[in-house]
C-alpha cells in the first residue's frame, strides 16, 4: 500500500508577509519620494550590515546586479567571463551586454556547482573574471576559487541569487568576491517582486556603481561604461527590509526541514538517491531548492510529473545546459564566433543532470510541518524504486 498524495494545500505560502509588510508599505507610500530613498538606503545598510561587506546597493534584478558589477569591475569588450554550464540563462545576456564573452565550465558531479578544478582548464590570456554561482541547495567551494583566482591575477564576482544567508568558513556566500550579486525576484528565498542587490567592500568601486545607476545632469565623473537607470522603487526597499526581518528565522526553518527530510530519505536505505553535496566547511546552506541526485534513471522526465502530482508542489529539473538553449540560436548572426563556440561547449556533468539524474524541490516546501515532510519523503523514495525497480 504506497503513502497518499499531498494536497497542495498544506504547503506554505512561498512568501509570508504580515502587518509588518503594511506598516512598511504605507511609510512608503506618505514618503515624499517615492523613488530609491530613504527605505532602500535603510535596507542596503541592513542588508550590508547582515552578510557584512561595506557597501550594498539596490538595483532592478539580480541580472542588473552581474552586469553593473562587471562595469564597475573594468571589463574590457572581449574579455571571457568564466559561468557554469547550467545556470539561469539570463547571466549570459548579462555578460554579453557589457562586453563580455561568456565560457562555460563543467559543474563537479556530486556538488552540482562549479569547481576550481573544472574551472582551471578553461583559463586563458582573455579571462576577465569568474561568476562563482552557488546552485540550488549547495555552495562552491570559495577558498580554492579565490586562490584559483588569485595566482591568475582574475576577479571574483559571486551570483548568490540562490544563497541567500548561506554561510561558509564563517563568511556569507556573496561576500568572498570582488562583488557579489543577489536577486530579490519572486522565485527566490527573500523577494520583494523583483529587484536585487550588489556587494562590495571596494569604496572606488561602490562610487562607480553610483554613477552607473544613475543619470545626472549636474555629474561631474563621467562613468567609464555607459550609465542607465537602476533604481528601484521604495515599496521593494519596503518588503525588502521586512522580508530581512525573517529571514533568519527561515533559514533556521529551512535547515532544519532540509535535515528532516535528508534522514527519512536516507533512513529508507534506498541506495538509489543522494542529496547534493555541500562544502565541508559549508556553516549554514540557504536553500533555493533541495536538490537530489538520482542513479539509474535514463530521463527524469516522467518522474519528474508524477512526483508533483503527488506531492502537490512543482518538482523541477536542474538548467538545461547553456549548450541546448535554443533560444540562443536565432541570434547567431548577432555573436561573433567565438562567443556561438563558447555558448555550444558541452559539458558532460551539465549534460548528465539535465537528462537524467536530479530533481529539486522549491525551498519553502523545507518550512512544512515535520509530517508532511516525513510523507513526502516517502512518497519521493516510493516514487524512485519504482522508477528504477
Ligand atoms: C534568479 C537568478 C539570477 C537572476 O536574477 P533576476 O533577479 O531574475 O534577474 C541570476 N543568477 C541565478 C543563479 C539566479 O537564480
Not at 580554492?144 to 548568490?160: P, Q, R, Y
Not at 518538482?315 to 549548450?323: D, L, Q, W
Request: glycine letters at 8%; a neutral charge.
Amino acid at each position: 500500500m504506497g503513502v497518499s498524495n499531498i494536497d497542495e494545500r498544506n504547503w506554505p505560502k512561498s512568501h509570508p508577509w504580515g502587518p509588518r509588510e503594511l506598516e512598511l508599505l504605507e511609510e512608503a507610500l506618505g514618503g515624499n519620494d517615492w523613488s530609491h530613498t530613504s527605505m532602500c538606503r535603510e535596507f542596503e545598510a541592513k542588508f550590508a550590515r547582515f552578510v557584512g561587506t561595506a557597501y550594498a546597493l539596490m538595483v532592478p534584478s539580480g541580472t542588473s546586479a552581474i552586469y553593473l558589477s562587471l562595469l564597475a569591475g573594468g571589463i574590457k569588450p572581449g574579455q571571457e567571463v568564466i559561468i557554469p554550464g547550467i545556470t539561469w540563462p539570463s547571466v549570459v545576456y548579462a555578460i554579453l551586454k557589457s562586453g563580455g564573452v561568456p565560457r562555460t565550465v563543467d559543474i563537479d558531479p556530486d556538488s552540482f556547482c562549479m569547481s576550481a578544478k573544472t574551472i582551471k582548464r578553461s583559463l586563458n590570456e582573455k579571462t576577465f573574471a569568474i561568476l562563482a554561482t552557488h546552485l540550488f541547495g549547495s555552495q562552491c567551494e570559495m577558498n580554492d576559487i579565490c586562490n584559483l583566482a588569485s595566482k591568475n591575477g582574475i576577479l571574483v564576482i559571486e551570483d548568490a541569487a540562490q544563497s541567500i544567508g548561506s554561510i561558509q568558513d564563517s563568511r556569507h556566500c556573496g561576500t568572498w568576491g570582488s562583488f557579489g550579486s543577489f536577486s530579490w525576484n519572486d522565485k527566490k528565498v527573500l523577494a520583494c517582486g523583483e529587484g536585487g542587490v550588489i556587494v562590495t567592500n571596494d569604496g572606488a568601486a561602490y562610487e562607480e556603481l553610483l554613477r552607473l545607476q544613475l543619470i545626472l545632469p549636474e555629474r561631474d565623473r563621467i562613468p567609464r561604461h555607459v550609465p542607465g537607470t537602476y533604481k528601484v522603487s521604495e515599496f521593494q526597499g519596503a518588503v525588502a527590509i521586512a522580508q530581512l526581518e525573517r529571514l533568519e528565522r527561515r533559514l533556521a526553518k529551512m535547515a532544519k526541514g532540509a535535515k528532516l527530510l535528508e534522514k527519512i530519505i536516507l533512513d529508507q536505505g534506498s541506495q538509489k538517491i543522494a542529496i547534493q553535496k555541500k562544502p565541508d566547511k559549508s556553516d549554514l546552506q540557504s536553500y533555493y531548492n533541495f536538490c537530489l541526485k538520482i542513479d539509474g534513471v535514463e530521463d527524469s522526465s516522467r518522474i519528474i510529473k508524477e512526483l508533483s502530482a503527488r506531492l502537490g508542489c512543482r518538482v523541477t529539473k536542474p538548467y538545461k545546459p547553456i549548450s541546448k538553449i535554443s533560444d540562443f540560436k536565432p541570434t547567431r548572426e548577432y555573436y561573433d564566433k567565438r562567443i556561438w563556440r563558447n555558448l555550444n561547449e558541452t559539458h558532460e556533468i551539465c549534460d548528465l543532470a539535465y537528462r537524467s539524474l536530479c530533481l529539486r524541490l522549491p525551498f519553502f516546501v523545507l518550512e512544512a510541518e515535520d509530517t508532511l515532510l516525513v510523507e513526502a519523503a516517502r512518497i519521493i523514495v516510493e516514487l524512485v524504486e519504482e522508477h528504477t525497480g
